[in-house]
């Protein structure tokens, strides 16, 4: 399936719970998705679906109200918009009253996943992220990219996939002299002339060990994020490549139609 088809994927802008140094907080939560409701269980329901019982509910309640004195905050949805040029272009470069962190990507007829799954993509560049290649415990980009890799029973670094990507190994001197141990998070740096690609997938030869990420993190990164980081730094996948695709795929619609007419 194209991942920027436009029969199959809404597209709507990320939210980002951080604000700029001259962007004061608005007191507000902003709804990227929804899975339960008052014990309802919305997991089975497209996300289509999910994303318009949002905006009904926020509608039929007082949590969208401004804040008072009987809630600190208020929750609002992000803005959602079909995935054609148009929609494209407002979430693109559409003002939002937080800082973006780049775009979402949803396949509208699929139901709630939890874990990595192609059927919600997420896309940065420049232009709608602040971090579009991640950086260090200091916050600054890395000469080298980095990888979080997860530390298994019998020494080898795996991604947060599943079934999950090995990356290398550690053997059990080095593992017992560091004091690491199975279901660590670990850190390393990959060299670029250690990284090569196969058939769309990232192998690479060497990593260099760097330490453990901040304790809030949670997951190795997955194949796809570490693939996305590589490409960043050599080939990024533009927003001309986006709106190259929705073209594509707009024209194909039409020979369809054409045919099917004739």
Known sequence: ???FSTDSLPLFQMDQRETSPDQQP???YYIIDMICWRGYSLYDCTAEFRFFWVNSKLMETTAGDPPSTYHRYRFS???I???TLQGLQAAYSGSTPYV???LLFYNKHAHYLAGITPLALVWKDEACSQYVIDTDSKGQVPSEQHIVLDLQEDGKLTTSDDPPVV???LDNEFIQKSN???GNLLRFAVKDERVKLVDGKMEISELQFVGKPNRARAFADSHSKALFQYAARHAPLRIEDL???IQSNNMELESTDVEMQG
């Open 1 to 3: 399936m194209d991942p």
């Open 100 to 102: 973006k962190d780049g």
């Open 81 to 83: 918009y079909e995935c």
């Open 77 to 79: 949805a992000v803005p």
């Open 26 to 28: 608005d007191e507000t």
């Open 167 to 169: 990356f290398g190994s």
């Open 180 to 182: 690491l141990r199975p």
């Open 243 to 245: 709106v190259a695709s």
